[in-house]
T-cell receptor, first 115, second 116 residues
């Protein structure tokens, strides 16, 4: 099975500053998809951003962007202009092309935003 | 609300009892997934359905667990003879088959199970 590693259990950032959350993964496949999900204290997972492995261009969604390094199997999330509402657990997830669409999740990073 | 819904949101039970959870996916989503999330961990895949067919089961899904999706719409997850180790959040997710959204999963709020 694929493994996803998030080495930062907790991170904190000052409001309006930038923070980067790390994620690495292990796979032998060349085609796959990577995701960052946010899980606020209410516990419902929300998609933040996704990246197709065949695309070289890094995905961006407003204040959220990724740094996708396919050769290094690295997929970090950058949050710019951090807001109080960004405080949550962030999970990195991997989905292969032929695995029944199941996700493999990392253990998560708890992000605190300091006013 | 057109999102994924789960019922109940919280369940407290005594060890040895049976429990059943329900998930209603987004309308017309063909695929439905169950995950288990324990404290401090990411969700772990349990099983998934395409329409009414259960296509894959994780080794985490012991013989005390059974899931159904009889009409290809809502799904139920039953745990028999609950154990304290079953205490977790059980998440349901759905996704349409094909199309732009094929690669995304939409999650419900989860059912938190506490086994005393």
């Amino acid at each position: 099975a694929q493994t996803v590693t998030q080495s930062q259990p907790e991170m904190s950032v000052q409001e309006a500053e930038t923070v980067t959350l790390s994620c690495t993964y292990d796979t032998s496949e060349s085609d796959y998809y990577l995701f960052w999900y946010k899980q606020p204290p209410s516990r419902q997972m929300i998609l933040v951003i996704r990246q197709e492995a065949y695309k070289q261009q890094n995905a961006t969604e407003n204040r959220f962007s990724v740094n996708f390094q396919k050769a290094a199997k690295s997929f970090s999330l950058k949050i710019s202009d951090s807001q109080l509402g960004d405080a949550a657990m962030y999970f990195c997830a991997y989905r292969g092309p032929n695995t029944g669409n199941q996700f493999y999740f990392g253990t998560g990073t708890s992000l605190t935003v300091i006013p | 609300d057109t999102g994924v819904s789960q019922d109940p949101r919280h369940k407290i039970t005594k060890r040895g009892q049976n429990v059943t959870f329900r998930c209603d996916p987004i309308s017309e989503h063909n695929r439905l997934y169950w995950y288990r999330q324990t404290l401090g961990q990411g969700p772990e895949f349990l099983t998934y359905f395409q329409n009414e067919a259960q296509l894959e089961k994780s080794r985490l899904l012991s013989d005390r667990f059974s899931a159904e999706r009889p009409k290809g719409s809502f799904s139920t997850l039953e745990i028999q003879r609950t154990e304290q180790g079953d205490s977790a959040m059980y998440l349901c997710a759905s996704t349409p088959l094909g199309g732009q959204a094929y690669n995304e999963q939409f999650f419900g709020p989860g059912t938190r199970l506490t086994v005393l």
